[in-house]
């Protein structure tokens, strides 16, 4: 990716972090509080805890009530490591109601690092397909999909979450899998960001290897490590 997408994406994610460039640069990690509800790039949850670290430093946003006890369990540290993630999770499991905590990896790609692999027959299925509508329904983009066999089997959904950067959810039918078909249904939709004036992330578990390279073949550049706590809400 250029220099300036970079610059861009950096603004962007601090500000969603409640935290500033110069932080996400500093080359330690940094705790900030932030009485954070959601993140929209973080698909919209409530969050207690979320991390995002570089190899230019780090930022753990987390609700204010936490820093004390996110820092004392960071004390030390110099990097989002297995054991320092651990440490936090135990720090603040009483104090939280979580749903779940995750590990993930997030990669962007901008019109530069862009490796079009677009093959067969590729449109947008949004209205024709009836999963690619339930995930119209659930993310708010326009779903390409790769058709084989007269069928879908590639879904790649287009998830609009900032003004900024725009993410892919990609799904493909088992038995299609290895072909070809999630590249060239993310292909299209990479597309239709990029038309848009639109830099493009992605977002997966970071030990998830078959998305990564799925991911990094089309240009996606590693950005970022993310760790966090996804809170129950009312009712779950």
Partial sequence: MIRSSIEVLDRHYAEALGCTVEDLNSGKLIVVGNDMHKIDFAKDVPLALFAFTRRSGGVVSVKPCLVGEVERAMAGASELDDPTCVAVRHAVSGLVEAEVWFLGARLCCDPGSFVDKTAGTIREVTREDAYASRLHGKWGG???????????????????????????????????????????????????????????????????????????????????????CVEKTAGQ
């Fill in 142 to 228: 326009p779903v390409f999909g790769c058709i084989e066999d007269g069928l879908v089997v590639s879904w790649a959904a287009v998830n609009p979450l900032s003004d900024i950067v725009w993410d892919i959810s990609v799904e493909t039918l088992p038995e299609y899998r290895g072909r070809g078909c999630a590249k060239s249904a993310v292909s299209a939709a990479l597309q239709f960001i990029f038309d848009n004036g639109k830099l493009a992330a992605w977002g997966c578990d970071r030990t998830n290897a078959a998305s990564l390279a799925t991911a990094r073949s089309l240009g996606f550049q590693d950005y970022a490590l993310e760790f966090g």
